[in-house]
T-cell receptor, first 112, second 113 residues
Framework: GEDVEQSLFLSVREGDSSVINCTYTDSSSTYLYWYKQEPGAGLQLLTY?????DMKQDQRLTVLLNKKDKHLSLRIADTQTGDSAIYFCAESKSSGYSTLTFGKGTMLLVSP | KAGVTQTPRYLIKTRGQQVTLSCSPI?????VSWYQQTPGQGLQFLFEYFSETQRNKGNFPGRFSGRQFSNSRSEMNVSTLELGDSALYLC????????????FGPGTRLTVL
């Protein structure tokens, strides 16, 4: 199957770290992505990781990939109120097609 | 570089009508994909175009169609609109075929009454 699953909601306090988790079922996935969507807006690419990597860090963002368990996580350090949004995990394959399969999204709420 | 642009941003139609949405990819990008986003089904892939050819299609009825022009701009058309077609339609562009990073536009919000 090609399902991507995420928890629906996460609430944190400003300054804390946030960890958003995702599981996928397709072992042939090549790239895994994290997108952010703010109300009324399109999807903003945050970061991505190639399937042969375990970790990728980009400023406040850290992506961890456990390929054996098909588990992907996004850690946001020092979470700010501006980070409040819906975060989508997505996978794609190197099949020659640019098709993304998305999770349902995790709503992150950051309180002051 | 300008990002992906989509027009119109908002659209209201009635059942039975048809609609055309437009997407201009990032300059130099040749692949354009379309996605439908609804609260119930989430983000679902509609189709992908590369060099004016449809390379992949999602599981949507034939009322949904698209095309790509020689300048990589793309349009999608929905005929005989149904209430369930109300959604945010997102366009994404990437430099080439394959698992390239996709950059999304702001979307067109379609409401069918």
């Amino acid at each position: 199957g090609e399902d991507v699953e995420q928890s629906l909601f996460l609430s944190v306090r400003e300054g804390d770290s946030s960890v958003i988790n995702c599981t996928y079922t397709d072992s042939s996935s090549t790239y895994l992505y994290w997108y952010k969507q703010e109300p009324g807006a399109g999807l903003q690419l945050l970061t991505y990781i190639f399937s042969n990597m375990d970790m990728k860090q980009d400023q406040r963002l850290t992506v961890l990939l456990n390929k054996k368990d098909k588990h992907l996580s996004l850690r946001i350090a020092d979470t700010q109120t501006g980070d409040s949004a819906i975060y989508f995990c997505a996978e794609s394959k190197s099949s020659g097609y640019s098709t993304l399969t998305f999770g349902k999204g995790t709503m992150l709420l950051v309180s002051p | 570089k300008a990002g992906v642009t989509q027009t119109p941003r908002y659209l209201i139609k009635t059942r039975g009508q048809q609609v055309t949405l437009s997407c201009s990819p990032i300059s130099g990008h040749r692949s354009v994909s379309w996605y439908q986003q609804t609260p119930g089904q989430g983000l679902q892939f509609l189709f992908e175009y590369f060099s004016e050819t449809q390379r992949n299609k999602g599981n949507f009825p034939g009322r949904f169609s698209g095309r790509q022009f020689s300048n990589s701009r793309s349009e999608m058309n929905v005929s005989t609109l149904e209430l369930g077609d109300s959604a945010l339609y997102l366009c994404a562009s990437s430099p080439d075929r394959g698992a390239d990073t996709q950059y999304f536009g702001p979307g067109t919000r379609l409401t069918v009454l």
